[in-house]
């Protein structure tokens, strides 16, 4: 497990065995590390930070990569554009970025070759959230409540998410998404108490209670070996684990 202490702007690395490195690397002071800890982790144990600020910040729009050892390129590819705060990687390799300031996803290869504008959502969208399933096809959940599929070639369509999503969910608030291997997208719905998960299945089904939560979720993310979802609640200092194979998943929380 990889995290980002905000504070110092250094990595923590955690083992499957539980000992943690909380100086596991660090990032240049220079940069103005996202809060929201967007990173990826690769194949190799690669990690890629991405790294946000605004001119009056003095930082800059790059992604740093670090190794499995821990040794830093602070500048691994530059953005150059406004803004990003959403990171994925796809199974060749490829990364994107959510762009939330100008409503585009950004596409770099494993090279560090950027395409800043790959793909561009409507404006007003501001792409937050993304996510990567293994046929080609990026996910972004907007600040306008929507939910956008994009297509190996970089055109992107609206999801319907459902009634739930536009009652639920506060304005100008994205809501946090994932996959599991059979392609099927959950989305985590912000309503205090009654928050929840939203599945839409691979086939468009959706099922608008999956998932009842006692708090807003802040991120999600699938564990495909153990068919669970993990849900944290900034609000609450708690994760959440749901049993994907159990038909009332409702109640696993």
Same mark, same amino acid.
């Given at each position: ?62 992604? %740093? $990569? *670090?190794? @499995?050892? =821990?040794?830093? +390129? ?5 953005? !150059? ?66 939910? %956008? $599929? *994009?297509? @190996?070639? =970089?055109?992107? +369509? ?5 009634? !739930? ?89």
């Amino acid at each position: 497990i990889y995290m980002l202490n905000d504070f110092n702007k250094k990595i923590i690395r955690v083992t499957s065995a539980g000992v943690l490195n909380s100086s596991f690397a660090s990032l240049p002071i220079d940069n103005y590390t996202s809060t929201r800890g967007a990173m990826v982790v690769d194949g190799s144990n690669s990690v890629f930070v991405l790294n946000t600020g605004e001119s009056g910040d003095g930082g800059s729009d790059v992604i %740093s $990569k *670090i190794t @499995s050892a =821990g040794d830093v +390129t602070s500048k691994w590819a530059d953005m !150059a554009v406004p803004h990003p705060m959403g990171i994925t990687r796809d199974n060749s390799g490829n990364l994107f970025v959510a762009n939330t300031k100008n409503n585009t996803v950004s596409k770099i290869t494993s090279a560090g070759s950027v395409t800043a504008a790959w793909s561009s959502l409507p404006v007003g969208a501001h792409p937050l959230y993304i996510v990567a399933d293994h046929l080609g096809n990026v996910f972004t959940s907007n600040r306008n409540n929507t939910v %956008s $599929k *994009i297509n @190996s070639s =970089g055109t992107a +369509t609206a999801i319907a998410v459902g009634p !739930a999503y536009t009652t639920y969910t506060s304005g100008n608030q994205a809501s946090p998404i994932a996959l599991d291997q059979n392609g099927n997208l959950y989305v985590g719905i912000r309503n205090g108490t009654s928050s929840k998960i939203v599945k839409i299945a691979a086939g468009g089904t959706t099922t608008a209670d999956f998932a009842n939560l006692a708090s807003d979720p802040e991120w999600i993310a699938v564990d495909v070996t153990r068919n669970s979802l993990y849900v944290a609640r900034k609000a609450a200092k708690r994760i959440s684990k749901v049993d994907l194979t159990n038909s009332n998943a409702g109640t696993n929380t």
